[in-house]
């Protein structure tokens, strides 16, 4: 597909080439009002552009843009979602749990000690979709400390195979980072927990501050009170 391609499926427009479906794209949607969805817009980055030429020429146009950075274009506003809070978490878990494995409710031991393993999938959403659809066995083995991203099978039928499980995910999340950012991501790995500013400087190099925005952008590290982490399932 052209960079315009994923939108033009979406409106259903069609041209022989991406030239002529943008043109097509404008020509349909200029003139209205529209909130037009793109989810997991990070697989198809470079249509960022596609979406700046439509908001130039459509002004009455607005996107709903979920990605794992920004896209970078005039008017953009960036929302950043946190991680669940840890008794969300918990809750989500417990919830997808039970419905993939109905056993998960009458095992109370199990119950009790997610309480306390939970946090071990860092709060983030896959993460935990993840985990619940692999069932109690899987379970007891977050609570006994597999690696949490381990190359696990594919626990949901329907997700891309990019979000089969964690480690293929974060697997795809590295090689779309640029050389600098996969280099800078495989240097980071030598912290256990967090590493301070002056350490993480040392570790990256002088010419490594491009590398960890670009690794914060995509949310594969955070930084608080000048010290840089990984999330804790990576």
Do not use: Y
Request: some cysteine.
């Amino acid at each position: 597909r052209g960079r315009a391609g994923a939108i033009t499926a979406a409106v259903g427009v069609m041209g022989k080439t991406p030239e002529e479906a943008g043109l097509a794209l404008q020509q349909r949607l200029c003139g209205k009002a529209a909130l037009i969805v793109l989810d997991g817009f990070e697989s198809i980055q470079p249509a960022a552009a596609a979406v700046a030429r439509l908001l130039s020429t459509c002004p009455d146009l607005a996107f709903l843009v979920t990605s794992r950075q920004p896209l970078r274009v005039s008017g953009e506003r960036v929302l950043v979602m946190p991680a669940l809070p840890p008794a969300a978490a918990l809750q989500l878990l417990l919830s997808r749990a039970t419905d993939a494995d109905p056993a998960v409710a009458d095992d109370e031991e199990l119950l009790t000690a997610l309480g306390s393993a939970h946090p071990r999938l860092g709060g983030i959403p896959l993460a935990i979709e993840l985990a619940a659809a692999r069932g109690r066995n899987a379970l007891w083995q977050l609570v006994q400390g597999e690696p949490v991203a381990g190359d696990h099978p594919a626990a949901l039928a329907d997700l891309p195979l990019r979000q089969a499980s964690l480690h293929a995910t974060l697997d795809w999340s590295n090689q779309q980072l640029s050389p600098a950012g996969r280099e800078a991501f495989a240097r980071l790995s030598v912290f256990e927990g967090e590493g301070p500013s002056d350490a993480v400087t040392e570790v990256l190099g002088p010419d490594g501050d491009a590398a960890l925005t670009e690794l914060l952008e995509c949310g594969l590290v955070s930084c608080l009170n000048g010290r840089t982490s990984m999330l804790d399932p990576v």
